[in-house]
Structure formats: C-alpha cells, structure tokens
T-cell receptor, first 110, second 114 residues
Framework: EDKVVQSPLSLVVHEGDTVTLNCSYE??????LLWYKQEKKAPTFLFML????IEKKSGRLSSILDKKELSSILNITATQTGDSAIYLC??????????FGAGTRLTVKP | DGGITQSPKYLFRKEGQNVTLSCEQN?????MYWYRQDPGQGLRLIYY???????QKGDIAEGYSVSREKKESFPLTVTSAQKNPTAFYLC?????????????FGQGTRLTVV
C-alpha cells in the first residue's frame, strides 16, 4: 500500500484560477510532510509541515496539514502559466525514509 | 558551491549491460536517496542510506544495487536484471538525524536502453 497518495493526477486550469492539490499520508512513523515543484529536472522545495508547524504560506502558495485526516493540501491562488509543473508531495518517516506520491501535473493555460 | 552532482546527465545502455550512475554531495549530509521517475509520474524510491555503510531497499529495488563507502558518494548500479531501466533517475540528500529537514536534489540522469 502506498504511503503517500496524491490527487488529482492531473489538472488543467486557466490563468487566475485557484487550485487545490491533495495529499494523504500514512501515519505510522510519520515525521513531516514536504511539498516540491518540479518543472524540468530537479524538484525544488516549497514547504515542510510537521506536527508543530501545520500551516505555511509563501506568496500565492499555501499549505495546511490536517493531522486528524492525515492529509495536506497545497493551494495556489491567482495561477500563472509559470505555475505549470508537477507538484510532488513526500512523507518523511523515521529512519529518514522519504516516500513520494505520484504527483499532480498542473497545466495553467493563458 | 555546495550541492549534489549527478553524472552523467544522459546515459545509453545496451540490453544486458550493467551501468553505474554517480551521485556526489558536498553538503555533509548523512542521508542519501535514489529515485526513479517515469514520464509524467512521481518519484519512486529505489534505495536510501541513512549513514555510511548502511542502506535500505525502497519500493522498487529489484534490478538495482548501491553502495555507501563514503559519506559523499552513493552510486547506483542498474543491472541487467532490471528489465525496463529506461527512466529519469534522481539522487537526493538530506542532513538526516532526528530533525525535520527537506531533501536536496541533483539534476538527474536520463538513462535510455538502446
């Protein structure tokens, strides 16, 4: 069973729309949840959420960790074409075990 | 500058050959990871290492092998037993330990079987 599950797998929106990406994680040995953006090659870090830091915001992007539902969302407001990318969610577990979900491919059309 | 270096960027392998992908980091990180990414997909964990001379299998370790003889280096060998090795391979590292930290990625190696 996958430790980290993302939805939707792909999403097409128009500039200016607001999007919400979802990630659920397995709780056993869970330490933190991370969000990355991947445009071409190396994923770039967006946010890290832990039990003591469940909400993060940076510009138009924000993320929340729901410890009760074992899930996280990544919100992007006023989307731009430059937001087009694969968004990856990862669970960091004990012993530095880090598992990613399948990713959400976001396409923002002009 | 500190970072993670993967080489080569592109690699072509004939069927039946073993190939080794290099990953070197000068960030003094304890933990290192290898992931495989197929087109339009997420990252699947092949192997990870918490510390020198120790490594653990991930979800898709069959057909791959690793070593961790030095803290800075975590090479991945794709063996002939890996039936479908064509993919994009990403190496990552993190400080490790009990703290909460993100992982940093190399630029990847694209492996193609010819």
């Amino acid at each position: 069973e996958d430790k980290v599950v993302q939805s939707p797998l792909s999403l097409v929106v128009h500039e200016g729309d607001t999007v919400t990406l979802n990630c659920s994680y397995e709780v056993t040995n869970f330490r933190s949840l991370l969000w990355y953006k991947q445009e071409k090659k190396a994923p770039t870090f967006l946010f890290m959420l832990t039990s003591s830091g469940i909400e993060k915001k940076s510009g138009r992007l924000s993320s929340i960790l729901d410890k009760k539902e074992l899930s996280s969302i990544l919100n992007i407001t006023a989307t731009q074409t430059g937001d087009s990318a694969i968004y990856l969610c990862a669970g960091n577990y004990n012993n530095n075990d880090m598992r990613f979900g399948a990713g959400t491919r976001l396409t923002v059309k002009p | 500058d500190g970072g993670i270096t993967q080489s080569p960027k592109y690699l072509f392998r004939k069927e039946g050959q073993n190939v080794t992908l290099s990953c070197e980091q000068n960030l003094n990180h304890d933990a290192m990871y290898w992931y495989r990414q197929d087109p339009g997909q997420g990252l699947r964990l092949i192997y990870y290492s918490q510390i020198v001379n120790d490594f653990q299998k991930g979800d898709i370790a069959e057909g791959y092998s690793v070593s961790r003889e030095k803290k800075e280096s975590f090479p991945l060998t794709v063996t002939s037993a890996q039936k479908n090795p064509t993919a994009f391979y990403l190496c990552a590292s993190s400080p490790g330990g009990a703290g909460h930290t993100e992982a940093f990625f190399g630029q990847g190696t694209r492996l193609t079987v010819v």
